[in-house]
Nanobody, 120 residues
Framework: QVQLVESGGGLVQAGGSLRLSCAAS??????????MGWFRQAPGKERQFVAS????????YYADSVKGRFTVSRDNAKNTVYLQMNSLKPEDTAVYYC???????????WGQGTQVTVSS
C-alpha cells in the first residue's frame, strides 16, 4: 500500500506563487518505480490532469492551461514530488491531488488533496 500526503496549499492573490509537496510512503515502497502526477478538481467540475513526471524526472508533461507557469519536479531521496505554481490565476482555484502509477497503468494511489484558492 502507498500513502500520499499533499501539503502547501493555501490562499494567494492572483499573480502569486505556491509550491505543493506530495510525500509518498508505504511498506516495501519503492518511490522510483512510480510515475507521479498532479490533478485538480474545482467545485462542480471534473477532475483534470495538471502535470506529471516520470521516475527520474527526465520527462515531464503539462496541461496546456498550466504550461509555462507550473513546474513539476521530484526528489527521489525524499520520496517527494513537487508542483511549483507561479503566476497563479483565479481559475487555478481547486483541490489539488497527487497520484502515483506504475508503467502504463491508470493512477492507482491518490492523496487526500490540498486546497488552493487564488483571489482576484
Amino acid at each position: 500500500q502507498v500513502q500520499l500526503v499533499e501539503s502547501g496549499g493555501g490562499l494567494v492573490q492572483a499573480g502569486g506563487s505556491l509550491r505543493l509537496s506530495c510525500a509518498a510512503s508505504g511498506r516495501t515502497f519503492t518511490f522510483t518505480i512510480y510515475h507521479m502526477g498532479w490533478f485538480r478538481q474545482a467545485p462542480g467540475k471534473e477532475r483534470q490532469f495538471v502535470a506529471s513526471i516520470n521516475w527520474n524526472g527526465d520527462n515531464t508533461y503539462y496541461a496546456d492551461s498550466v504550461k509555462g507557469r507550473f513546474t513539476v519536479s521530484r526528489d527521489n531521496a525524499k520520496n517527494t514530488v513537487y508542483l511549483q505554481m507561479n503566476s497563479l490565476k483565479p481559475e487555478d482555484t481547486a483541490v489539488y491531488y497527487c497520484a502515483a502509477r506504475t508503467g502504463a497503468q491508470n493512477y492507482k494511489y491518490w492523496g487526500q488533496g490540498t486546497q488552493v484558492t487564488v483571489s482576484s
